[in-house]
């Protein structure tokens, strides 16, 4: 069971916009920015955006973040076939003595 | 560029320890910038943080792995550690160190897979 929630599966068609939600609590989301990253298959996760909304240089501007409260959501537009992956969403947990949180992983199929 | 490479054994039994390595190319380990951590994916499955060390010796944990866990820095080697305790099936999995620069998980090795079983 991950602390944060996301959607086990996601779909759209090319040139669709589709987005990933990604729900937490207080002590993390609530508390501290949000990451997120892009595994294709049999590869390390890649960050895709940091900082609630942030893309790091090369990451194209198809790919948008943003933060309300204690969710976050991860936007493509214009799908294309190559972003058929899997998506994570991660942040810092204040509680305890801090420590790092995924969600489960959202699994975007390009139809 | 920095470049990560995890390195170890690709099996092990039962209540043995899980040793890996992870060899830091393009930076010193000893830079104050980043944080060096752990994360693993068991197959099919999620992403899991295991800890991080600075290179002052400091060091946090997953609360689910603390007892278990113990991660260590080699300046001379340039090298980051993972030692993981008293393993179970429950600990196979595909085991990346990355670094953590202001906040952010941002540079993975290719990670490497781990399989616990006699």
């Known amino acids: 069971q991950s602390v944060l929630t996301q959607p086990p599966s996601a779909s759209g068609t090319p040139g669709q916009r589709v987005t990933v939600s990604c729900s937490g609590t207080?002590?993390?989301?609530?508390?501290?920015?949000v990451n997120w990253y892009q595994q294709l298959p049999g590869t390390a996760p890649k960050l895709l955006v940091y900082n609630n909304n942030q893309r790091p240089s090369g990451v194209p501007d198809r790919f948008s973040g943003s933060k309300s409260g204690t969710s976050a959501s991860l936007a493509i537009s214009g799908l294309q076939s190559e972003d058929e992956a899997d998506y994570y969403c991660?942040?810092?947990?204040?509680?305890?003595?801090?420590?790092?949180?995924f969600g489960g992983g959202t699994k975007l199929t390009v139809l | 560029q920095l470049q990560l490479q995890e390195s170890g054994p690709g099996l092990v039994k039962p209540s043995e320890t899980l040793s890996l390595t992870c060899s830091v190319s393009?930076?010193?380990?000893?830079?104050?910038?980043?944080?060096w951590g752990w994360i693993r994916q068991p197959p099919g499955k999620g992403l899991e943080w295991i800890g991080s060390i600075y290179y002052t010796g400091s060091s946090f944990h997953n609360p689910s792995l603390r007892n278990r866990v113990t991660i260590s820095i080699d300046t001379s080697k340039n090298q980051l550690s993972l030692n993981l305790r008293s393993v179970t099936a429950a600990d196979t999995a595909v085991y990346y160190c990355?670094?953590?620069?202001?906040?952010?998980?941002?540079?993975w090795g290719q990670g490497t897979l781990v399989t616990v079983s006699s």
């Open positions: 991660a942040a810092w947990d204040d509680s305890l003595n801090g420590y790092w949180v």
């Open positions: 393009g930076d010193s380990i000893s830079s104050s910038t980043y944080f």
């Open positions: 207080r002590s993390n989301i609530g508390s501290n920015t």
């Open positions: 990355a670094t953590e620069t202001s906040s952010i998980l941002d540079n």
